[in-house]
T-cell receptor, first 111, second 115 residues
Framework: QQQVKQSPQSLIVQKGGISIINCAYE??????FPWYQQFPGKGPALLIA?????SEKKEGRFTISFNKSAKQFSLHIMDSQPGDSATYFC??????????FGKGTTLSVSS | GAVVSQHPSRVICKSGTSVKIECRSL??????MFWYRQFPKQSLMLMAT?????????EQGVEKDKFLINHASLTLSTLTVTSAHPEDSSFYIC???????????FGPGTRLTVT
């Protein structure tokens, strides 16, 4: 499988702060880059996704930044809340194929 | 949005027995379903790709005779873990595509514990 490298492995942020998670990919054929949120014992839930024709996408407190030339994309969570404490996975794929996931980032937001 | 269900949510079985996990798309027809396995504190690893009416495609290192996948209809795919062993204990998650190229929805997962 083509790799998607994710960092950091864990992250602690104060309430109200900005959480930033980064991912890098290898396969230039990938054309879909979603972020998933997963709580313990639950399946992953789609947070936000981006296609390579745009460099940034914002939905509420969540923003994806995409750098096609560097083959990197990142998730920014603004005004982080304790309820955002979860594991976040970046992923990538080509249309119709299985998603390739990063290793995940465990986010803890302290109140 | 599209809903994917899995049954059972948790199952405990004895070593050497087989267990079947169902994945259903509740409000759409899924041309393709994917099966993932997730060990504690690890990422989702793709096991196989399942297309309705055809044989599943397994990822390298996944034993097709041990993990039997059947995609008999456009709304149901099953994963049967045969002769389960404790090392098969894991969280199994399916996802389904709607036919739109980038829409993929995940089920809630099934926790398998083999004793």
């Amino acid at each position: 499988q083509q790799q998607v490298k994710q960092s950091p492995q864990s992250l602690i942020v104060q309430k109200g702060g900005i959480s930033i998670i980064n991912c890098a990919y290898e396969n230039t054929a990938f054309d879909y880059f979603p972020w998933y949120q997963q709580f313990p014992g639950k399946g992953p839930a789609l947070l936000i996704a981006i296609r390579p024709d745009v460099s940034e996408k914002k939905e509420g407190r969540f923003t994806i930044s995409f750098n096609k030339s560097a083959k990197q994309f990142s998730l920014h969570i603004m005004d982080s809340q304790p309820g955002d404490s979860a594991t976040y996975f970046c992923a990538a794929n080509q249309a119709g194929t299985a998603l390739i996931f990063g290793k995940g980032t465990t986010l803890s937001v302290s109140s | 949005g599209a809903v994917v269900s899995q049954h059972p949510s948790r199952v405990i079985c004895k070593s050497g027995t087989s267990v079947k996990i169902e994945c259903r798309s509740l409000d759409f027809q899924a041309t393709t379903m994917f099966w993932y396995r997730q060990f504690p504190k690890q990422s989702l690893m793709l096991m196989a790709t399942s297309n309705e009416g055809s044989k599943a495609t397994y990822e390298q290192g996944v034993e097709k005779d041990k993990f039997l996948i059947n995609h008999a209809s456009l709304t149901l795919s099953t994963l049967t873990v045969t002769s389960a062993h404790p090392e098969d204990s894991s969280f199994y998650i399916c996802s389904a595509t709607t036919g739109q190229p980038y829409e993929q929805y995940f089920g809630p997962g099934t926790r398998l514990t083999v004793t």
